[in-house]
T-cell receptor, first 109, second 116 residues
C-alpha cells in the first residue's frame, strides 16, 4: 500500500536557525513527489515537484531534495513568515496523489 | 499563472439545505479537477476526481448522491452538498491539473462550510 509519512509533526525554530523536514514514502513506481505550503484557513500553495532520485529544486530559502525513499525540505535561515504547515504528497503511476499529514513549522522572531 | 479560485470562501447554512461550491481555473484549462475535504489539524482527504464532460470518480466511503460534482467546462467544476448536516461541516478545497502532461495540482483557497 502506498504511504507517505512526514516528520516531525511539529517543529519550532528560532529565526535564522536552519533545519530540514522529512517526507518518507513507499510507492510502487513514483511518478512525482510534491511539496506544498499551507497557511491556516487557506488552500495549499504549490512549492516544488520532484520526479527522480537525485533531483533538487530551490526557491528562496527552501530547497527540496529527493532520494528513492524520502524527500527533504531544507529551510535555510528561516524567517517568521516561513511559519506554516508544509505538506508532502506522492503520486504513483496512473493513480491519485497521496498526502502526508504535514509538518507544522513555527519560526520565532 | 495556474491560479484556482473558489466561491464562496465561507458559507453557513441550516441543516437539510443544499450548498453549491464553485471551483474555477482562472488562467488555464483544467481537464481534471479534484475535490478534497480537510478537518482541523488533519491532512487533505480526496473526495472525488472530476473530469470535464464525464461523471466524477468518487473515493471509497464518499456518497456520490450527497456530494454532487459537475465539471461542465474546462474551467469550472462545482460541488453541491445536498441535505447538509452538521457532520458535513468542514473545509472543502478544490484543485486543478494543468493540461494532461503535468501531474502538479494547483489548489484553490478553500471553502469553509458550517452547517447549523
Amino acid at each position: 500500500e502506498d504511504q507517505v509519512t512526514q516528520s516531525p509533526e511539529a517543529l519550532r525554530l528560532q529565526e535564522g536557525e536552519s533545519s530540514s523536514l522529512n517526507c518518507s514514502y513507499t510507492v510502487s513506481g513514483l511518478r512525482g513527489l510534491f511539496w506544498y505550503r499551507q497557511d491556516p484557513g487557506k488552500g495549499p500553495e504549490f512549492l516544488f515537484t520532484l520526479y527522480s532520485a537525485g533531483e533538487e529544486k530551490e526557491k528562496e530559502r527552501l530547497k527540496a531534495t529527493l532520494t528513492k525513499k524520502e524527500s527533504f525540505l531544507h529551510i535555510t535561515a528561516p524567517k517568521p513568515e516561513d511559519s506554516a504547515t508544509y505538506l508532502c504528497a506522492v503520486q504513483a503511476e496512473a493513480s491519485k496523489i497521496i498526502f502526508g499529514s504535514g509538518t507544522r513549522l513555527s519560526i520565532r522572531p | 499563472g495556474a491560479v484556482v479560485s473558489q466561491h464562496p470562501s465561507w458559507v453557513i447554512c441550516k441543516s437539510g439545505t443544499s450548498v453549491k461550491i464553485e471551483c474555477r481555473s482562472l488562467d488555464f484549462q483544467a481537464t481534471t479537477m479534484f475535490w478534497y475535504r480537510q478537518f482541523p489539524k488533519q491532512s487533505l482527504m480526496l473526495m472525488a476526481t472530476s473530469n470535464e464532460g464525464s461523471k466524477a470518480t468518487y473515493e471509497q466511503g464518499v456518497e456520490k448522491d450527497k456530494f454532487l460534482i459537475n465539471h461542465a467546462s474546462l474551467t469550472l467544476s462545482t460541488l453541491t452538498v445536498t441535505s447538509a448536516h452538521p457532520e458535513d461541516s468542514s473545509f472543502y478545497i478544490c484543485s486543478a491539473r494543468v493540461g494532461s502532461g503535468s501531474d502538479t495540482q494547483y489548489f484553490g483557497p478553500g471553502t469553509r462550510l458550517t452547517v447549523l
